[in-house]
Nanobody, 122 residues
């Protein structure tokens, strides 16, 4: 009964910016971590950025210095601010969350958003 809803994708020119958002809703006891992955046609889905419940962050080398991940715990929402976008950033971006959905220790699951298309082109 947990759902992740993404928004903010679109078409931008090289050097432009976009902000993606992902809101989690449903039976949420706590969120251990949230992150963003991306997948280009014919390629594997790769981690872009992640943020833990303690607000520590990790970034792929290819986006470090250009992308910023943040989290609003009150809204169960994670954001990805993408600046200085390059054509190679073009992909479907997926939100991911590791969510505890009940009080017991084993009530933990992985959840994925539906994906949002980001296209960087002139």
């Amino acid at each position: 009964q947990v759902q992740l809803v993404e928004s903010g994708g679109g078409l931008v020119q090289p050097g432009g910016s976009l902000r993606l958002s992902c809101a989690a809703s449903g039976s949420i006891f706590s969120i251990n971590a949230m992150g963003w992955y991306r997948q280009a046609p014919g390629k594997e889905r790769d981690l872009v950025a992640a943020i833990t419940s303690g607000s520590s962050t990790n970034y792929a080398d290819s986006v470090k210095g250009r992308f910023t991940i943040s989290r609003d715990n009150a809204k169960n929402t994670v954001y990805l601010q993408m600046n200085s976008l390059k054509p190679e950033d073009t992909a479907v971006y997926y939100c991911h969350a590791l969510i505890k959905y009940g009080i017991s220790w084993y009530m933990v699951g992985d959840y994925w958003g539906q994906g949002t298309q980001v296209t960087v082109s002139s």
